[in-house]
């Protein structure tokens, strides 16, 4: 199999996987976007893909990567990541409420959204890996260049920290 045979497969069996992985991190304006960044740096770095990772763990490290870089490029911007979240969710063009935007989420998504997003970094990042993508400890501990002991314990404390967010209990 070719190099870019490897990665179209990849694509079609992690493509989904990624995307809901920036939708929670990032927003839906940038999810699209990201999950091409990362099959374009696949393409560009398969060389260095030694299959010591399963290539999911290896793509979500891409990832990891292409959204830190995402944020710190809005970071320089004028306004926050929170501001730039903030205008992305709920407006649009008219400056009201996007229906579209609200049809996507129901209530209880967005409250969890909302939660997730003013969590900080690496809180999101074990939240969105281990409670919604459902990877283990160790393919979350690869993925974040983490111990496996820091990603439990980070997991655990996120949890709290989003229940409390949520105002109840929480179980990722």
Avoid at 2 to 13: A, V
Avoid at 83 to 96: K, R, T, V
Avoid at 108 to 123: M, N, P, Q, T, V
Wanted: no cysteine.
């Amino acid at each position: 199999m070719t190099e870019k045979e490897r990665i179209t497969q990849w694509f079609y069996e992690y493509s989904d996987d990624l995307y809901h992985y920036f939708y929670y991190r990032l927003g839906k304006s940038d999810a699209e976007d990201l999950v091409q960044e990362v099959f374009i740096k696949a393409l560009n770095g398969i060389k260095s893909f030694n299959g010591n990772s399963t290539p999911k763990t290896w793509l979500f490290r891409i990832a990891l990567n292409a959204a830190t870089d995402k944020i710190r490029r809005e970071r320089r911007t004028r306004f926050g990541l929170a501001a730039i979240f903030q205008h992305e969710l709920l407006q649009s063009d008219n400056g009201g409420p996007s229906p579209e935007r609200m049809a996507e989420m129901n209530e209880s998504s967005r409250a969890l959204y909302d939660a997730i997003h003013k969590l900080k970094g690496s809180y999101r990042d074990v939240l969105i890996l281990r409670g919604i993508k459902e990877f283990s400890v160790d393919e979350t501990a690869a993925i974040l260049d983490w111990s496996p002991q820091k990603v439990r314990s980070t997991y655990y404390r996120a949890k709290e920290a989003l229940a409390r967010k949520l105002g109840g209990d929480y179980d990722a």
